[in-house]
């Protein structure tokens, strides 16, 4: 057990949680059930929506606050009591969506509950197939008026989306904030989420430990992605993980084993168990 103790741990999902299958290792499971039982809480930070998490915290038995849309919503999983939300501003969603018809590009939307799309695609197939989020195929003229807007989304696979990514985040850089994520299951495939400014998971890392009480001195967190350094730099101890790019670890108090050698768990039981 480390010499001071933390009352909260915060786990980023994809290339730290769950691994290129996209399951959680019986070591991992094993490792969280221990740090449950010291009385110490568990919050998953995620750029996935609530839909797509779903199973995993049922399968750790999580009863708390998460956060996801990459810090855009911290709320509980039936997203019956918010925490935290900072959803995209409407009139952006117009033009974005406008830029988006303009330039043949294919753009998610997602609010609490729902994925929107306006027609099926690679990326639509695999929200489907690998995160179990059914999409909500609809006319996204108007969609700023009937929905609030939490995230939006692209999907980077060939040179061709790469630049049309390019193109609406040099459009609309002052207006929106842009990052990348990647899955083990997946790579060399950039998921871009799209955010209101200033959203970051360090910023909802914040709203959370004020709501339960706590200092951020009081908070583990780790990650490997470029959207985790918010979190890593926030945490009074944050971890990145082997297969972390090396712009995450150099932010992070430690850096630990990678995906495929259970990374987490073995950051869990030097410094929590």
């Not at 890392?205 to 730099?233: F, H, K, R, T």
């Amino acid at each position: 057990m480390a010499d001071k103790p933390y009352r909260l741990l915060v786990i980023d999902i994809d290339g730290t949680l769950v691994d290129k299958n996209g399951t959680i290792t019986l070591e991992n499971r094993e490792a969280l059930a221990r740090v449950s039982g010291l009385g110490i809480m568990i919050s998953l930070s995620t750029g996935r929506a609530i839909r797509a998490c779903l199973s995993l915290i049922s399968q750790l038995e999580l009863d708390g606050y998460h956060i996801f849309f990459d810090g855009a919503l911290v709320s509980t999983p039936d997203h019956d009591k918010e925490v935290f939300a900072n959803p995209l501003c409407r009139e952006t969603v117009k033009q974005a969506v406008e830029f988006a018809h303009e330039n043949d590009i294919n753009l998610d939307l997602y609010s609490a509950s729902h994925y929107f799309i306006e027609r099926e695609s690679w990326s639509s197939d695999i929200h489907n197939k690998f995160f179990g989020i059914e999409p909500t195929i609809t006319e996204f003229n108007g969609i700023w008026d009937r929905e609030r807007i939490i995230k939006g989304g692209m999907v980077a696979t060939s040179p061709q989306e790469t630049a049309q990514v390019r193109a609406i985040r040099t459009r609309f850089n002052s207006s929106l904030h842009f990052s990348r994520v990647r899955t083990p299951s997946y790579p060399g495939v950039d998921f871009i989420n799209i955010v209101a400014p200033g959203v970051s998971k360090g910023k909802a890392l914040e709203a959370l430990a004020g709501y339960l009480g706590i200092s951020l001195s009081e908070v583990m967190a780790i990650g490997d992605g470029e959207n985790d350094i918010p979190l890593i730099a926030s945490a009074g101890l944050g971890i990145a993980m082997g297969n972390a790019p090396d712009e995450v670890k150099a932010i992070a108090d430690g850096i630990t084993l990678d995906i495929e050698h259970n990374g987490l768990a073995a950051a869990v039981g030097e410094f929590l168990l």
